[in-house]
Structure formats: structure tokens, C-alpha cells
């Protein structure tokens, strides 16, 4: 038998135990794991960025972890670009089967779906349109939106003078709707055959994981992994990691210990939530709860989901 030329995704909130399962997933259907994290990318944020440890880089090959110098941009664009290329060379090598790992939606989104060629902001327009909803309000602009792009229209509030400004945009400057650029926009989905599985608990032991995570973190070195980066000149994408905000404040004595942790494990409870947010957006998620279920039973359902084919 031999596999359909598969792509799995193990997705959901930080914290909820992906790359664990994932090792383990890819450990019995002989797997590689690509990094979909803003974050674990850089080189010399392995505390900060939560990547995955010695022991699982050796027992599965990793992609996308600590290659990149934290002076570099990172963003979706590159992220995909970077990934697309590996997916193909594994799959066409017939190597093994890629597994995606992380919580990065928009990664996520821009891998399968494709990322919208947006056109560059037309400044001129889009301050006259602000002018004009200033004094006039957006119910014409939606109106006028609803003429040329009923789809968009449709998903975008009459009040939400942002996007439709930024609609009308991009129909100024290209002379295509966004629902027409859309509609071209490839991404691995009409490639391969994806699976998407979501990992979740129930929030409270989420957040308790969390604050657990935190704790370790300070107990591995965070403070000095910062105050290594402090010395570095770091990309705005790097500067944005979770834990370096929070840890230059107590480095710069604007408050103590006990502040910077609190601090630390409130915003990474409010990142969870709005990765769990965006992910349960996703109907193509098949979604698992990882405290009723031993991981052992949720590889053993994933591997069930896992399509093959015969050997013709």
C-alpha cells in the first residue's frame, strides 16, 4: 500500500501539548515535522519560544526550528514560501510525511488557502474615503461595496469603515473585486490532501497549564535568554515574542519578579484565546480533547482519519 500524498496539520493554543503528540504521530507513520511557529524560527529563543527540545530533534527530523538570526523579519509570506518548498521536495522524494506543527492561524490559513495578493495601500485613497465616512458615514461606501463585490459585502459590517475602505482599495487599485482575487488564490489544498487536527482542553486547565509553563520558564533561564537578546539588534518580528516585553521590564527595574511573571502568564492566557478563536473558525478542523483522551487513542483516531490507497 502507499499513501496518498497527504499533508497533516496538528494545530490549536499554546501550551495544549502539540509538538508532544506530534513527535509521537510522526514516530509511527514515519513523519517530519515543520515548524509553523512565528517564533521557534529564530536561533537563541528556545526558552521564550517554547521549541522543541534536543531529544525531539533527534528522534524526528524538524524543519523551520532555530534557523533564522533574530535580526531577520519573518511574517507569513516567507513561512509559506519556505514551507511550500519542503512539502514538495518530501512528498516528491516520496521521504516521509509532512506534518505541520503550531499555532500561528495565519501561517496556518497562508499554507492551505493561499495568501491574498493584497495590492500596496493607495494612502491617497484611502484618506479620502476616511474623510468622507467622517463626515458622511460608511453606509454609502458598504453600498457601494455591495455593487461591486456583494460576497465581500456580505462579510463585512456596515460599520466597519476599516474594511470596506481597504475593499474599495483594492478594487481602485487593481480593478478586481477581493472576492475575484480570492477565488485565484492557490494554495497546498488543490495539491495535496490536507487533515487538519486540533488539540484543545478545557480552558480552565488550559490557563493552569499555562501558568505552569511560565513558572519553568523563569526556572530554565528566561531572564538570561533576554538578557542575551538585550545585546542583540532584533528584528521587529523577533521583538514581538512573548516573554521579552515582559522580561525587559524586570531587567529595567520597572517593577519586580513577581510582577514580570504575572504579567508573562496573563498575556500568554490572552494569546491562547485568540488562537482558540481563530481556530475554531476553521469547520475543516477535526478537533480532539487531549484531557479525555490519552495520546496514544488520539494518534490511534488521527492514523484512522490518515487516508491510503492501493498499490495499483
Same mark, same amino acid.
Given at each position: 500500500m502507499r499513501r496518498i500524498n497527504t499533508v497533516i496539520f496538528i494545530v490549536g493554543p499554546t501550551a495544549v501539548g502539540k509538538t508532544r503528540l506530534a513527535v509521537k504521530l510522526a514516530a509511527k507513520i514515519g513523519g517530519e515535522i515543520i515548524s509553523c511557529d512565528s517564533m521557534q524560527i529564530y536561533k537563541g529563543l528556545r526558552i521564550l519560544s517554547q521549541a522543541p527540545t534536543a531529544k525531539d530533534k533527534k528522534s524526528i527530523r524538524h524543519h523551520l526550528v532555530a534557523v533564522l538570526g533574530v535580526g &531577520?523579519?519573518? /511574517?507569513?509570506?516567507?513561512? !509559506? =514560501? !519556505?514551507? *511550500? =518548498?519542503? @512539502?514538495?521536495?518530501?512528498i516528491g522524494r516520496k521521504a516521509a510525511v509532512p506534518i505541520i506543527v503550531g499555532g500561528s492561524g495565519l501561517y496556518v490559513k497562508s499554507l492551505i488557502d493561499g495568501l491574498f495578493p493584497s495590492p500596496p495601500a493607495d494612502l491617497k485613497f484611502r484618506n479620502r474615503m476616511r474623510r468622507f465616512i467622517i463626515n458622511y458615514g460608511s453606509e454609502k461606501p458598504h453600498k457601494e461595496l455591495s455593487n461591486i463585490d456583494p460576497e465581500a459585502a456580505k462579510k463585512i459590517h456596515p460599520n466597519d469603515s476599516r474594511r470596506i475602505i481597504r475593499a474599495l482599495e483594492i478594487y481602485h487599485a487593481t480593478g478586481h473585486t477581493p472576492t475575484e482575487i480570492k477565488l485565484k488564490t492557490k494554495g497546498i489544498k488543490d495539491l495535496y490532501d490536507i487533515r487538519i487536527f486540533g488539540l484543545m482542553k478545557p480552558r480552565e486547565l488550559?490557563?493552569?497549564?499555562? /501558568?505552569? !509553563? *511560565?513558572? !519553568?520558564? +523563569?526556572?530554565?533561564?528566561?531572564?538570561?535568554? *533576554?538578557?542575551?537578546?538585550?545585546? #542583540? =539588534?532584533?528584528? &521587529?518580528?523577533?521583538?514581538? @515574542?512573548? $516573554? +521579552? #516585553?515582559? @522580561? #525587559? $521590564?524586570?531587567?529595567?527595574? &520597572?517593577? $519586580? +519578579?513577581?510582577t514580570a511573571k504575572d504579567l508573562l502568564k496573563k498575556n500568554t492566557r490572552r494569546f491562547a484565546k485568540r488562537q482558540i478563536a481563530w481556530f475554531k473558525q476553521d469547520s475543516r478542523i477535526a478537533w480532539f480533547d487531549v484531557s479525555k483522551m490519552i495520546d496514544e487513542k488520539i494518534i490511534s483516531r488521527m492514523i484512522k482519519n490518515y487516508q491510503w490507497k492501493e498499490r495499483r
Open positions: &531577520k523579519e519573518y /511574517n507569513a509570506a516567507s513561512f !509559506r =514560501r !519556505r514551507a *511550500v =518548498r519542503i @512539502i514538495n521536495s518530501m488550559l490557563y493552569s497549564d499555562i /501558568n505552569t !509553563r *511560565v513558572d !519553568r520558564m +523563569f526556572e530554565d533561564g528566561a531572564l538570561d535568554e *533576554v538578557k542575551r537578546l538585550q545585546r #542583540k =539588534r532584533l528584528s &521587529k518580528t523577533a521583538k514581538a @515574542i512573548l $516573554g +521579552f #516585553k515582559e @522580561i #525587559k $521590564g524586570l531587567l529595567n527595574k &520597572k517593577y $519586580g +519578579f513577581d
